[in-house]
């Protein structure tokens, strides 16, 4: 890319890495920067000097580490919802969100009844490389029992994951198996991808391509184009790309991937802040897919570089936005280690759309608590369902470069707003989902059938064998036996929702998330309505 689109991180570290460098490379137990006789001198604080004491003085030992940990961390909480301290010992698992990879041993996994079972096999990972199958129960780490009601998501990755060339044991449960297998796998690169599935719809004669997005990491925007090159190998000539649920992440990538669709010239974002320059950014013109027709899906969990890209292609008219208003979160920050191995996202600047609204929804200093109850009070007054029951806190008029009045000050607002379809739900339903029975019961009833759903290659035959069969009264049992007595004329309301959630998450269990979504999402609302707008 050319210099215009230098990542924002990027500026922003050497715009700020001397000021910041003389804080943040001394101890966890921050020193404070003093500006004096022309130059910038490091001072001890209040705060390290009381830790000093503590440690020397004090009448019991102590553990410092741990009071500093938790001291960081209250220091913190009382800045925005979005600064953050992070411990060495979460440190790798919170980057590993947003890299192109990480070490393990290359299994999905869910935890059920106390127990670990396996739901797909990363294929050339190294687990598919010693033999270990979708529905095998892991039972034993290292020759130690391994079950129970301690075992969570993040002890199981605590555990599993590992430096690479690492060994672990497993002790496996495979169905049919009399005695418990043992492997040794080696851990290696996990590939973390950023694009959950791309596929065709076709409609009216024309084929639509579908990219969703679950977030923005080291690696999104090559995935992106890759698959955009990929549909249009296919004979797609206009797109939706879907952000539902992408809470962000580096924000280079949405800059990246806003080019491809944009002209020479057009904003993207700005962004500013206190100590940080205003740096912009604006399309260059070499993007390849600079007129073709275009969607974005958001909801109210699209967040950050979400909200960079949606709003870059609103403020430019240059596609439809569709779905609900998106999260609402504006504000930058810049990851900053400690020596000790820990390290502070600290928000630095705030980001603004071409038409120079600041999305970020309103918060108070220390208090974010009722900053995450925002959704909710949302959801009270009815706004997943009416955009007329849509506030905004900042009533400044702001215009698209076709001269469009959209608005700032909390979350991206759709063009075309689609609010949750609640005809089909019935308390069952609702009661049955909420208990994630639908995800367990999938789970279930993969394994027993799992020779017979195996054979099938598409997700199109798959759905056509399991229609036939009687899964949605399978599951009516399952669920009364858990405890969710039946009711038939709730049954028959919700029999279309179900069948659908029930089949995709089967489907997925066989072929993944790229047989999953195309079924999921062609009964989807919110996508109709985009394939509708793009079809005209």
């Not at 609103?314 to 820990?342: C, E, H, W, Y």
């Amino acid at each position: 890319m050319k210099k215009i689109l230098l990542p924002l991180l990027t500026v922003l570290g050497v715009a700020l890495g001397l000021f910041i460098g003389m804080t943040l490379s001394q101890k966890a137990n921050a020193q404070r920067i003093v500006y004096q006789n022309g130059r910038w001198n490091i001072e001890q604080s209040k705060v390290d000097r009381l830790l000093q004491l503590m440690e020397t003085a004090y009448v019991d030992s102590l553990d410092i580490d741990s009071i500093t940990d938790e001291m960081m961390s209250e220091l913190v909480q009382k800045l925005d919802p979005h600064s953050a301290y992070i411990p060495k010992k979460d440190l790798e698992m919170v980057n590993s969100e947003l890299a192109g990879s990480f070490s393990g041993i290359g299994v999905q996994f869910t935890i059920q009844q106390d127990t670990i079972r396996i739901v797909a096999v990363i294929a050339g990972g190294p687990s598919e490389g010693v033999g270990v199958l979708a529905g095998d129960k892991i039972i034993t780490v290292d020759d130690s029992s391994f079950v129970g009601k301690k075992i969570n998501n993040e002890k199981v990755m605590r555990t599993l994951r590992g430096e690479k060339g690492t060994k672990v044991k497993l002790g496996i449960k495979r169905a049919g198996a009399d005695e418990p297998l043992y492997y040794t796998i080696t851990r290696g690169d996990i590939p973390v991808n950023s694009v959950d599935a791309k596929f065709i719809i076709e409609h009216k004669g024309q084929k639509i391509g579908f990219v969703r997005v679950n977030k923005f990491g080291e690696t999104t925007y090559l995935e992106f184009i890759t698959a955009l090159a990929e549909l249009r190998a296919q004979g797609a000539t206009r797109y939706i790309v879907d952000l539902r649920e992408n809470s962000g992440g580096y924000m280079d990538q949405a800059i990246r991937m806003a080019n491809e669709f944009l002209q020479r010239g057009d904003g993207i974002v700005y962004s500013q802040g206190r100590a940080y320059p205003r740096y912009e950014a604006k399309a260059d013109g070499g993007g390849r897919f600079k007129e073709v027709p275009l969607a974005v899906l958001i909801d109210d969990f699209s967040a950050s570089a979400s909200e960079i890209f949606s709003g870059a292609m609103q403020d430019n008219d240059r596609a439809t936005i569709i779905g609900r208003r998106s999260f609402g979160k504006g504000l930058v920050q810049q990851q900053m280690p400690f020596a000790d191995g820990s390290a502070v996202r600290l928000t630095v600047a705030r980001y603004y759309t071409p038409s120079g609204r600041c999305i970020q929804k309103p918060y108070s200093l220390g208090d974010s608590e009722d900053y995450q109850q925002e959704l909710m009070e949302r959801f009270e007054h009815g706004e997943f369902y009416s955009a007329d029951s849509v506030h905004f806190a900042d009533t400044t008029i702001y215009r698209t470069k076709g001269g469009r009045i959209v608005h700032g000050g909390g979350g991206i607002m759709p063009d075309v707003f689609v609010g949750r379809d609640t005809t089909l739900n019935t308390p069952w339903y609702n009661r049955c989902v909420n208990m994630a029975y639908t995800y367990q019961f999938a789970y279930q009833y993969t394994d027993t059938h799992r020779k017979q759903l195996s054979e099938f290659k598409d997700w199109q035959s798959l759905e056509q064998y399991l229609l036939k069969q009687n899964v949605l009264r399978e599951f009516v049992a399952f669920a009364k036996a858990k405890g969710i007595e039946p009711d038939e004329s709730q049954i028959q309301k919700s029999k279309p929702l179900m069948t659908r959630l029930l089949n995709a998450y089967i489907v997925r269990n066989i072929l993944g998330d790229e047989g999953f979504f195309p079924l999921f999402e062609r009964d989807d609302e919110i996508t109709k309505k985009a394939v509708e707008v793009l079809s005209e």
